[in-house]
């Protein structure tokens, strides 16, 4: 039996890439189409996705490079790579950074169809959605209403400061990287795109305050992380 999966797509090229997208959808998936590299981290930390088709050669940010942004946010996604290129070199770099699989235009419909169905028939990550709601401390947040909840009140946030604090709390108790937050919720990192980042920061750290036991710590020069103390850190909103 066949699987449906949510699928992004990234492929530059028009008519390939409104070929793809009507030949998954035929066969029942859900399928974003972007034409640039850059659109990819913001849609990926918008909403999940079952597994990733990438063009290797994408204007504003390679297939490549994607990949590996892609690999620490999403270890378990399952990444295909699209591309015209047949040296070896280039399907070594691929898989070396990361990707699942590498097909080469080019292709088969049938075969890439097939290759797809087995990338989300042998990964139990495929199609276990994400979780409907975050928790940390007594703070409950939905990511697809922007709604953080606690003990007797709540806050509807901005896109961007859900953003930024969906992927915060995907990654609590660890580092999150300044230049990761940067690509995932701005699509580009920067000198100018991160001053924007820090005030989304200060907004979010006011915020927390509403939980004493949540503390947004800043390391100076690499990142943030979001945490709780350990006394507190299976409490949920009552």
Known sequence: MKRT?????VEDDPSLGLLLHDLLRL???????????????????????????????????????LTKDLRQVAPGL?????TARHRVEDRVKGLRAGADDYVIKPFNNEELLLRIQALLKRTEYALEPGPSTLHIG????????????WPGGEQRLTRKEGDVLKLLMQRAGRTTERDLITRMVWGQ??????????????RLRKI???????????????????????????ASPK
Do not use: C, W
């Not at 999966?5 to 797509?9: F, G, K, N, T, V």
């Not at 007594?138 to 909840?149: A, G, N, T, V």
């Not at 920067?190 to 989304?200: E, I, K, L």
């Open 78 to 82: 399952p990444i295909l790579l699209l």
């Open 138 to 149: 007594r703070l409950e947040f939905e990511p697809e209403s922007y709604i953080l909840r």
């Open 27 to 65: 066969e029942g998936h859900k399928v974003e189409l972007l034409r640039d590299g850059r659109e990819v981290m913001p849609a990926f930390a918008a909403q999940d996705f079952d597994l990733a088709v990438l063009d290797i050669m994408l204007p504003g940010r390679d297939g490549f490079t």
């Open 208 to 234: 927390l305050k509403v939980d004493a036991n949540v503390r947004l710590e800043t390391l100076h020069g690499v990142g943030f992380r979001l945490d709780v103390d350990p006394d507190q850190s299976q």
């Open 5 to 9: 999966a949510r699928i992004l797509l």
């Open 189 to 202: 990192s920067g000198h100018f795109v991160g001053r924007s980042m820090d005030v989304y920061i200060a």
